[in-house]
C-alpha cells in the first residue's frame, strides 16, 4: 500500500525559514515527478514547486528565488526548502507524487505553514 507523508510545517516569523519533507512508501519512485501545492483558506490549490524525476524544477512566480525543490530518489522523498517565508505562505502544504503518463497520482494529507509575527 502506498503511503505519502508530509512533515516539516509549523509556525514561523515572516523572513523565517522551514524545510517541509515528503516521504513515499509501498513502490519505487524513481521515474515518477513530485510536486508541492498548497491551499490557503478561501483560496485555490496552487502548484507551488516541481521535480521531475531526472531532476527539472518548475516554480510558481511567487516562490521563485526564496523556495528550493529537490528529491533523493533512492529514499523516495521530495524537500522543500523555503526561504524569507511571508505571510502569504500561510497555507496547507501537499505533496504529490505522479507517474510520467500523468495516470498514476499519490497526495500526502498536508503539512500546515503559518507564516506570522
Known amino acids: 500500500q502506498v503511503q505519502v507523508v508530509e512533515s516539516g510545517g509549523g509556525l514561523v516569523q515572516p523572513g523565517g525559514s522551514l524545510r517541509l519533507s515528503c516521504a513515499a512508501s509501498g513502490s519505487n519512485f524513481k521515474f515518477y515527478n513530485m510536486g508541492w501545492y498548497r491551499q490557503a483558506p478561501g483560496k485555490q490549490r496552487e502548484l507551488v514547486a516541481a521535480?521531475?524525476?531526472?531532476?527539472?524544477?518548475n516554480y510558481a512566480n511567487s516562490v521563485k528565488g526564496r523556495f528550493t525543490v529537490s528529491r533523493d530518489s533512492a529514499k523516495n522523498t521530495v524537500y522543500l526548502q523555503m526561504n524569507s517565508l511571508k505571510p502569504e505562505d500561510t497555507a496547507v502544504y501537499s505533496c504529490n507524487i505522479v507517474s510520467a503518463t500523468g495516470y498514476v497520482s499519490y497526495w500526502g494529507q498536508g503539512t500546515q505553514v503559518t507564516v506570522s509575527s
Open positions: 521535480i521531475t524525476s531526472r531532476g527539472g524544477t
